[in-house]
C-alpha cells in the first residue's frame, strides 16, 4: 500500500471521527436550546476543531532497528547413493476404533422409535410410478376452502369481548 492511499484512509476515517462528534454535539446542543440555528452552529464549531486536532497527530517517523545478518556456509555431505529404509516407507493407518462410526459403515435393522434417517434407502424410495400417483392425487384434490371470512368474524367477536 503506498503512502497517499494511506493517507486517503486515515483522511476518511479522521473525517467519519469528526462527523460523529459533530453530530453528538448538534443532538445535546438541539435538546438544551430549542434554536436549531444553534444547534448547527456549535456542529459546524465542533467539526472544523476535531478536525484540525485530528489532523495536527503525526505519526513518529519509525527507526526499526536491523541487526548484521551474516549467513553461515552450508556443509554438504557427500553422498554416492541414497539407500531407502524401512523408516522412509509409507505404513497404511490403523483401521478406526469400533465405537467410531465411520461412512462405510452400515447401520443395522433401526427399530420403530429410531431417529435416525436413512436416505437412499433403495426399500423406502418410492417406484416412478407411486410418485406419478401421488402428484396426480395432490393435483386432483380440490381447493381448500376459503376460511379468510370465518376468521375475520372469529376476530371480529374477539374485539368485542376486549371491550
Given at each position: 500500500?503506498?503512502?497517499s492511499?494511506?493517507?486517503?484512509?486515515?483522511?476518511?476515517?479522521?473525517?467519519?471521527?469528526?462527523?460523529?462528534?459533530?453530530?453528538?454535539?448538534?443532538?445535546?446542543?438541539?435538546?438544551?436550546?430549542?434554536?436549531?440555528?444553534?444547534?448547527?452552529?456549535?456542529?459546524?464549531?465542533?467539526?472544523?476543531?476535531?478536525?484540525?486536532?485530528?489532523?495536527?497527530?503525526?505519526?513518529?517517523?519509525?527507526?526499526?532497528?536491523?541487526?548484521?545478518?551474516?549467513?553461515?556456509?552450508?556443509?554438504?555431505?557427500?553422498?554416492?547413493?541414497?539407500?531407502?529404509?524401512?523408516?522412509?516407507?509409507?505404513?497404511?493407518?490403523?483401521?478406526?476404533?469400533?465405537?467410531?462410526?465411520?461412512?462405510?459403515?452400515?447401520?443395522?435393522?433401526?427399530?420403530?422409535?429410531?431417529?435416525?434417517?436413512?436416505?437412499?434407502d433403495?426399500?423406502?424410495?418410492?417406484?416412478?410410478?407411486?410418485?406419478?400417483?401421488?402428484?396426480?392425487?395432490?393435483?386432483?384434490?380440490?381447493?381448500?376452502?376459503?376460511?379468510?371470512?370465518?376468521?375475520?368474524?372469529a376476530l371480529?367477536?374477539?374485539?368485542?369481548?376486549?371491550?
Amino acid at each position: 500500500m503506498d503512502a497517499s492511499h494511506a493517507q486517503r484512509i486515515e483522511g476518511a476515517a479522521s473525517l467519519v471521527a469528526a462527523a460523529i462528534l459533530a453530530a453528538a454535539v448538534a443532538f445535546a446542543v438541539g435538546r438544551l436550546t430549542d434554536s436549531m440555528v444553534m444547534a448547527g452552529c456549535a456542529a459546524a464549531a465542533s467539526l472544523f476543531v476535531a478536525l484540525l486536532a485530528l489532523q495536527s497527530i503525526r505519526p513518529e517517523e519509525r527507526e526499526l532497528p536491523l541487526a548484521q545478518f551474516v549467513p553461515d556456509e552450508l556443509a554438504f555431505e557427500e553422498v554416492e547413493e541414497l539407500i531407502l529404509t524401512d523408516a522412509d516407507q509409507v505404513v497404511e493407518e490403523p483401521a478406526p476404533a469400533p465405537d467410531e462410526l465411520v461412512l462405510d459403515d452400515v447401520l443395522g435393522k433401526l427399530g420403530e422409535d429410531s431417529r435416525v434417517v436413512r436416505l437412499f434407502d433403495a426399500a423406502a424410495m418410492p417406484t416412478p410410478g407411486q410418485l406419478k400417483a401421488r402428484i396426480d392425487r395432490h393435483l386432483g384434490q380440490a381447493q381448500a376452502p376459503d376460511a379468510s371470512a370465518a376468521l375475520h368474524d372469529a376476530l371480529a367477536e374477539l374485539r368485542l369481548s376486549l371491550k
